[in-house]
């Protein structure tokens, strides 16, 4: 990698052991690139600066006296360390800022994630902010759904231990860290304040490799709301050992004890820096390991046993009866120990730092966690890796020799041993050029370097303002934007009507402002939907420029430098002209379908739409794949093409374009829109997997279909759901309904009240239906959709062909059945069947044989089995082009450095 003069880092580690060493380790790695280092650290546990003559050290206080620091729980420590270190911190930074010269300028702060207070200084002081997770990626996101799984599955005394966690599997109840201390509610706390402020930074470094938690690191950034790139980099320890950050002295007289041993026959025992138990679990550990008869080099800590000095804990007949064969110190040089050939396995309390050492030894492990994130970590490495017995009693002697025994003499631990040692070559190779933990690196220093640019410069904050259109389908991708670019650094404004207004207390970090729409009551835009947005733009053009103005002029401080709007409010245009103001479209739709809406007049010129149920099945010359059928048309149709010729030529006027797309879906569209558009265009979704639209649903989601789904088998059933402005007449439900029924397929149905006009809810479907799918079928008013799609019953999706349900399908690798009403739904459907062949497009066409044909196709049939392979290799794409690097990425960023280059803050 290429190494210069780089600017200086300020690290600021969290004093306990288990987190000095890889912070430490990481500041060798980063001066090694060129980068100057100071260290913040407090007096608790400061290392000793003369180990380490090339960085800075800076002492701040902590507060905590000597008696505390002895004394006290660890978490008790924390709680003080986090309430004492906030004002000590921010002085100490602020003052090596201002003492630094232009050859020595800070690019960053970075701090271990449990300071969450760093967070807030760091903004404070204009200074970026990047995260280092000491832990693995498996227990942060474990740490990260603590709270819906306290509430799930924590509300008893009686926790069902042996049950599993559905939502993270292979997690059991017992994995789940759990704090069962006079403050564990203080402490819960304190890890939501983490996960919270880790959000916020501009960057998350784990000491892990993707070859090892891959799937973990794609689901951190899918499930968790991560956007700021991620950097698994490690093992940091195979680049620069700890030695001389240990705060124990080591007896070296563990490797001359280890040189007299057979090879692979010694069972290595530690737990870590902090750990301590009582005398019973102290006693049926020491007889577990008498009882194994394997020889063993046990560490055991001064206050391993609470109260004790050393091994008056211990049983005089133990000592006695392994003086032989076993060799106990009050700490060793791990590293060195794991790679000692007389090491076979390695019994650990599952700490991060442990676990990783003994994957890149090739050493099998048992586990016994206490806390924590070892619990998640042990589950792992029995049930994932497969490189480890996870004690699940607790310790007890029998439990404990049994295991031993697996591991060291069994044909089993003969078995994790291989699989142990094909993972260390991969951590041998990641950190090879080229190598997973190579490339990281490259991107996390080529980020550090940019702190003149985008993705870390947080110092000027830019406000910008949003306009959605107020319908379900619009607020969802126009809200995750908005969340979007406010973690890239701006501020974010939102206009929104008084229809359908958004509940401000989901989003206390935008200001909004609701403007009068002009609507009555009783208006609702499921008769005519073009009428109906016909009239939003008239009636709001006043109130929204009325409202602009007023922002304008009040906000003299931070006004806002651009506005970003739905396409099909196109009066904005005009007002962002008059305020000198840059307008931005965020098209909700297809690239595809915009093509289509762009074409219409030239469509209408050649004939098309003339005669258009004679021309139906006839081909689109000028866009194919389409037919005639797919071209989209209106029943009002002289104001619905009015309309889309309107947003169509406003559109080409705006300063840029955004859509929620991405490249490797919808290249050669991309490129024909780019061919005859001079707007910028932007493709950077899909959005959802950024942030998912739950918060912003207008509809309450039932989640009983969720526990219905629970008890369904893997891949059987077929969601349906026809989006929230979708209506039919009772002969087409009746034909869903039956083509339903004659499938035999389980079914998950969305009927929305109002799916047929005029009714209340279920009175609108046939009695004998109901009677005769209530075995397999459950219907409620509304689902939580991108749950139910990514729940591992769901086989297929039955869709409206609505863009955000398209998207959330493919995100899944859930192969559809497209039913397309109106709009833009004609064109997704015909791509899905065509294009990407990932679904099944019925047309216009609601038959019940062709229905109950098309579910069994998907279901069941040999199609259907091709089109999910299909649409599992386009899932696969979804995850890389969000990764650092991948198109929406890099998108993304000239997004952000586009809207950058507007005005200036004043």
């Not at 379900?472 to 650094?489: E, T, V, Y």
């Not at 069947?833 to 679904?839: L, T, Y």
């Amino acid at each position: 990698m290429d190494q210069k003069n780089r600017c200086r880092l300020v690290l600021f580690p969290l004093p306990f052991q288990g987190h000095i060493n890889p912070m430490i380790q990481l500041a060798k790695i980063l001066h090694s690139e060129g980068f100057s280092i100071s260290i913040i650290h407090t007096r608790y546990n400061f290392p000793d600066p003369s180990n380490y003559p090339h960085f800075t050290f800076h002492l701040i206080s902590d507060g905590l006296s000597e008696a505390e620091a002895s004394k006290l729980a660890i978490l008790r420590v924390i709680k003080l360390l986090l309430t004492n270190c906030v004002e000590p911190f921010e002085q100490c930074l602020a003052q090596i800022l201002s003492s630094e010269d232009s050859d020595h300028r800070v690019g960053c702060v970075v701090t271990d994630a449990i300071w969450d207070f760093t967070q807030a200084a760091a903004d404070k002081l204009k200074i970026p902010r990047i995260v280092l997770r000491t832990s693995s990626v498996c227990s942060f996101i474990a740490f990260s759904a603590l709270p819906l799984l306290r509430q799930r599955y924590l509300t008893d005394k009686d926790y069902r231990m042996e049950a599993a966690v559905l939502e993270l599997p292979p997690i059991k109840v017992k994995d789940i860290p759990r704090i069962e201390t006079h403050n564990g509610e203080d402490m819960y706390r304190a890890i939501e304040n983490m996960v919270r402020e880790t959000k916020k930074a501009s960057g998350l470094i784990f000491n892990t490799f993707q070859e090892l938690e891959e799937p973990e690191l794609a689901k951190l950034q899918e499930q968790e709301q991560f956007l700021m790139p991620t950097f698994a980099i490690g093992p940091f320890h195979k680049r620069f050992s700890a030695a001389p950050t240990s705060l124990f002295t080591q007896d070296r007289s563990s490797i001359s004890w280890l040189d007299a041993r057979a090879p692979g026959s010694v069972l290595y025992v530690s737990f870590g820096s902090i750990a301590a138990m009582d005398q019973q679990k102290m006693h049926e550990m020491a007889w577990g390991l008498a009882d194994s008869m394997q020889p063993f080099l046990w560490v055991v800590r001064p206050g391993l046993a609470r109260g004790s000095e050393w091994l008056e804990m211990l049983p005089n007949e133990f000592l006695e009866a392994t003086r032989d064969r076993g060799h106990i110190v009050k700490w060793a040089p791990q590293q060195e120990v794991l790679s000692h050939p007389a090491v076979g396995g390695f019994w650990t309390h599952g700490g991060w730092n442990s676990t990783l050492e003994s994957i890149c030894e090739g050493v099998p492990m048992i586990c016994a966690p206490f806390f924590g994130d070892q619990m998640v970590n042990s589950r792992y490495v029995n049930d994932v890796w497969k490189i480890g017995v996870r004690l699940e009693k607790g310790l007890e002697r029998g439990e404990i020799r049994d295991a031993v025994r697996r591991l060291m003499v069994e044909r089993e631990g003969e078995e994790m041993r291989q699989r142990v040692k094909c993972l260390k070559e991969k951590a041998d190779l990641c950190l090879n050029a080229g190598g997973s933990s190579y490339q990281a690196l490259d991107a996390l220093l080529k980020v550090m370097d940019d702190t003149g640019k985008t993705i870390l410069k947080q110092k000027e904050r830019r406000r910008l303002l949003l306009f959605p259109v107020p319908l379900q389908g619009h607020i969802n991708p126009m809200i995750q934007l908005a969340q979007i670019l406010h973690l890239r650094g701006f501020d974010v404004s939102i206009i929104h009507t008084k229809y359908n207004s958004l509940n401000l207390s989901r989003y206390p970090q935008f200001t909004v402002h609701i403007i009068p729409d002009g609507l009555s009551e009783t208006e609702v835009p499921t008769s005519d939907v073009t009428l109906f947005l016909k009239r939003l733009n008239i009636n709001c053009a006043g109130p929204f420029h009325d409202c602009l103005a007023d922002l304008l002029s009040r906000d003299t401080e931070n006004p806002p430098v651009a506005m970003i709007t739905d396409s099909i409010w196109h009066f904005t245009q005009a007002a962002a002209d008059s305020f000198n103001l840059p307008r931005i479209v965020l098209r909700a739709t297809s690239v595809c379908s915009f093509l289509v809406f762009a074409a219409l007049p030239q469509l209408q010129e050649k004939g098309y739409l003339n005669n258009f149920d004679s021309k139906r099945e006839e081909f689109v010359v000028e866009l194919p794949p389409l037919k005639v059928t797919d071209i989209p048309v209106f029943e009002s149709s002289e104001n619905t093409y009015q309309l889309i010729q309107e947003i169509v030529e406003e559109t080409k006027k705006a300063s840029g374009l955004i859509f929620n797309t991405f490249q490797e879906l919808e290249r050669p569209e991309l490129f024909k829109l780019q061919e005859t558009s001079r707007v910028p265009t932007f493709s950077i979704g899909p959005f959802h997997k950024l942030f998912p639209a739950s918060s912003s649903s207008l509809l309450t989601q039932d989640r009983s279909s969720i526990t219905w789904l629970d008890a369904q088998a893997p891949k059987s059933v077929l969601y349906v759901s026809f989006g929230s402005l979708a209506t039919m007449d009772q002969r087409k439900i009746n034909e869903v309904a039956w083509g339903l029924a004659n499938s035999m397929q389980p079914f998950l149905w969305v009927v929305r009240p109002g799916l047929v006009r005029g009714s209340e809810w279920l009175e609108i479907l046939p009695n004998e239906f109901l009677a005769t799918t209530c075995d397999r079928g459950y219907i409620v008013k509304w689902a939580p959709q991108q749950e139910v799609l990514a729940h591992p019953a769901i086989g297929g999706f039955w869709t409206h062909g609505g863009w955000n349900s398209i998207l959330e399908s493919i995100c899944e690798g859930v192969a559809m059945i497209c039913s397309p009403l109106f709009g833009d739904q004609m064109v997704n459907s015909r791509y899905v069947s065509d294009v990407w062949r990932i679904g099944m497009n019925l047309e216009k066409e609601l038959e019940r044989g062709k229905i109950e044909n098309g579910i069994k196709k998907l279901m069941i049939g040999r199609e259907g089995e091709e089109i999910r392979q299909r649409i599992m290799c386009l899932k696969e794409r979804v995850d890389g082009c969000l990764g650092f690097g991948g198109s929406s990425y890099n998108s993304l960023n000239s997004l952000v450095s586009f809207v950058s280059s507007f005005g200036s803050p004043h």
